[in-house]
């Protein structure tokens, strides 16, 4: 069998995504890979695939306990023998896992990176025939990441002491340039071939929106989604309880996760949600790592997180399954002052030195710079991540709130002379150049410690901008630095005058910005939103058969007690609908439809269509 066959035979694909064929290839060839790909972009498949073909077993690295059992289960699903072993294993479970691998039944083992060091586990690896070792979520080995993981250091020491080298898979979807060299690096890759692909996620729709009070906005928001299933992420665990009450209050379906409940209301909560028994999350950032719930159709940032890579990925949980599907930020100033209280308090239990703490917070705030750089931004959003993770882009998507809201340009040349000069203040004060935060508070007139400290407060320019609130403000500094007028010297991030700033600030050049009308399209009913994509959903004269398909997969679902979509995921019931196969041979043309997919549920799926149609 080649690796076609078998992206058919057992995951019932039609064809490869770019990228997932080379790694393959390369794996089979016996090299050592990094793949970069972004969350839902089909990292899983590059090692399974070649698991499947290799002799021996596959051992696959992966931080997150839930993220194995879910795995497990949907190799198990489509016919692939699979196994994990981690310390949610009773005794006699992990003694029955390792007497299967012994008599060599598994073709994938997945293990926590804590377990490479243990001796029983050590005689296993030395003994059996090991086709690769993949390592998921790579960029956990490096300091510069944002989940550095110590135990992932110990990687090249179990590689070591393995009887022979197989080829190590790495995959991240962390792309910047100082994490991709620690990967390679520290995970001891010889001479990896390393593929970055495409970060854009086509079907996934960015906005931010300023609401002026959030509770509303977000109940309008989920109302209109109604029946679908969304995530909705909060800063801190108080804004948790509180939206997750106000979702239930009105009745909507929702439940909510975080580090300060027990294990068992965590557990309980996550498969209600994976089970769309109630398809509404509430969460921190705790919550997602090894989420792969396919149907989400909307991701609500109710705060800013604090980086782009942590928005990226989290928002990347929506529309896993390529259909159309929504990533709303609702922002307000009060996120940045939550999300600096995080950053200096958020890396206190981490086994850090002084000097690796200083050095991870200054990266942190770099980070959350960006991130607020995001909120502020008047141009494409999408075209602003992909800038973000270095990736070419048009200039705008078309599929973004900002490339299809209504704009009115405003002249800004006012406020943005006060900036200039304050930052030009400054630096001849101080003799050197001090971040935005400062040049912001001096303008707003504020009485923070740091600033009277260094005597701003003795500026001509101390509260020239009094009346502006300081997210205005901010998005004023952000668009000088956008437009040129502003630069940041490389050391501590510093504002200090371009040499153009000159034209605005002498010769009057005019500065506009574009500003958006209120009326924003996602706070409309749907049917009344400007088209912008294209939606994969059932055809008019399908949706009854759909309907009849969706209610089939829920009762086997609730009869085998897995989740619905994986059975079949939305986007294989939309195909059937429209395909509508009356034999087993025209099911496997349905996209998504694996052989053993077919045999397991195809007599179930067939008669439904037949019935279905028969009655029409
Ligand atoms: P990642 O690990 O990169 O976040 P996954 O491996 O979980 O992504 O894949 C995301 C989704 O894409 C899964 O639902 C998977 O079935 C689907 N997928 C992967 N490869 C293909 C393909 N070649 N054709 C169609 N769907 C695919
Ligand atoms: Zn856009």
Redesign the pocket.
Known sequence: MDKLET?KKY?G?????PG?ESLIDGILSGRDVLGV?????????CYQIPALLLPGLAVVISPLISLMKDQVMALQQAGIPAAFLNSSLSEEELRGVYRRAWAGEFKLLYVAPERLAAEGFLNLMREAEISLVAV?EAHCVSQWGQDFRPSYLRIPAFLSRLSRRPPVAA?T?TATQEVRRDMTQLLDLREPLTLVTGFDRPNLYFDVLRPKKKDPALLSLVRERQDRSGIIYCATRSAVEKVCALLQSRGIPATRYHAGLDEEERKRNQEDFRFDRRPIMVATNAFGMGI?K?NVSYVIHYNMPKSPEAYYQEA?RAG???EAADCILLYSGADLVTARFLIENGRDNEELTGEQRAQAIRRDYERLEKMAGYCAHSGCLRGYLLDYFGQEHPDRCGSCGNCTGEFVTEDVTRQAQMILSCVKRAQDKLGYNVGSTLIAQTLKGSRGRRLLELGLDELSTYGLMKGQSAQEINSCIQLLTDKGYLLRDSGYGGLLLAPKAGEVLFREEGVTRWVRLAAQPELLPREERPARRKERLPAPGEEGLFQALKKLRYRLAQKENVPPFMIF?NATLTDMAAKQPRSLAELLEV??VGEKKAEKYGAAFLLAIGEYLDGQ
């Not at 694909?13 to 995504?17: I, K």
């Not at 790909?37 to 498949?45: A, N, V």
């Open positions: 992206l995951f694909h039609q064809a490869f995504r997932q790909m972004p969350t839902g972009g089909g990292k899983s498949l998921d995959f979807a792969d396919s990347g896993r399954d390529g995921s996209s998504g």
